[in-house]
């Protein structure tokens, strides 16, 4: 089974800058859609940044211009740049990709396993 082992998450004071690590591990790895979730206390999970098999990303307003996704195909890493991180910012992040069955639906992927998350606090 694929495994995603998320890392990087920490408090870090307002405007401040994180990079999230996602790795992969595991038979059959799917690429084809990969994407970064987060849930903040209290409320529901969002997907704020996609990144498809041909390179299309799709990204949240809230984190538009501010976060970045890519993937190290070769060392089957996905990261997450943040830059100008605002209390707002402050939730558990996951990455996820497509798998059976889909548990969340965004920017058209059918998002079904995910890692285990990784906290970021932003201080205001």
């Known amino acids: 089974p694929v495994r995603l082992v998320e890392s990087g998450g920490a408090s870090v004071q307002n405007g401040g800058s994180l990079r999230l690590s996602c790795e992969a591990s595991?038979?059959?790895?799917?690429?084809?859609?990969m994407g970064w979730f987060r849930q903040a206390p209290g409320k529901e999970r969002e997907g704020i940044a996609r990144l498809r098999y041909d390179g299309d990303t799709t990204y949240a307003d809230s984190v538009k211009g501010r976060f970045t996704v890519s993937l190290d195909y070769a060392k089957k890493i996905l990261y997450l740049q943040m830059e100008n991180l605002k209390p707002e910012d402050t939730a558990m992040y996951y990455c996820?990709?497509?798998?059976?069955?889909?548990?969340?639906?965004?920017?058209?992927?059918?998002?079904?396993?995910y890692g285990q998350g990784t906290q970021v606090t932003v201080a205001s």
């Open positions: 595991g038979y059959s790895s799917n690429y084809y859609c």
């Open positions: 996820a990709q497509v798998g059976p069955p889909p548990r969340d639906t965004y920017a058209g992927c059918g998002f079904g396993t």
